[in-house]
């Protein structure tokens, strides 16, 4: 198990999470509808997230790998926000959870694209402390993510189906639809575990 966050309600929530993994069969609702709920009470009591995970950056936002299970079958990742910074629109070929830790988070949802045509947006939701969402293919997939303020930061925890810094997945111009691949890596440098 490579774990960077030690403290001991993250390991408690890593184990519950590896449990919850190896009995769902992977059944991805089973997966996400139960995991919501271990989410849920590891971001309502933020005293466990190391400063090391929780530093912004000036520019771009931090994503901080805190867990890979060995067999990359999930990683929890947290997501520290800088004043109004935000994602490029992305898919990620995994299911995912979003728990709502510190400030808050604007998803906005794009319909699939279809080259030459611009994306539509279907549908904005704003994440409070406490708040989860779910992304898979079957719910929606592709996003662009953004501080919902412009004079804070903002820090959410990410649970992804698979070591999410290491995944090819795409980056779309939503005026026309056109993708290219991208590898997120970690903002802490662990990507090749």
Not at 17 to 25: D, Q, V
Not at 64 to 88: A, I, M, N, R
Not at 135 to 160: C, E, P, Q, T, W
């Amino acid at each position: 198990m490579t774990t960077y966050c030690n403290t001991p309600r993250f390991v408690r929530f890593v184990e519950d999470f590896t449990k919850l993994i190896k009995t769902s069969n992977g059944n991805e609702d089973s997966i996400l509808y139960s995991g919501q709920s271990l989410l849920k009470d590891l971001i309502t009591n933020d005293d466990w997230l190391h400063p090391n995970f929780s530093q912004p950056h000036p520019d771009y936002y931090q994503q901080y790998l805190l867990h890979c299970d060995p067999d990359e079958h999930f990683s929890v990742v947290s997501f520290v926000w800088g004043p109004g910074q935000k994602t490029p629109v992305h898919d990620h070929k995994v299911w995912a959870l979003i728990g709502m830790m510190r400030g808050s988070e604007k998803g906005e949802r794009f319909s699939s694209p279809e080259t030459g045509r611009a994306m539509e947006l279907i549908g904005t939701e704003v994440l409070l402390p406490g708040d989860i969402d779910m992304i898979s293919k079957s719910l929606g997939d592709i996003h662009r993510v953004s501080n919902a303020f412009n004079d804070r930061v903002s820090i959410s925890i990410h649970v992804y189906g698979g070591n999410i810094g290491r995944i090819t997945r795409h980056i779309y111009d939503v005026t026309t639809g056109i993708s290219k691949n991208f590898i997120s890596g970690y903002a802490n440098q662990v990507a090749t575990i």
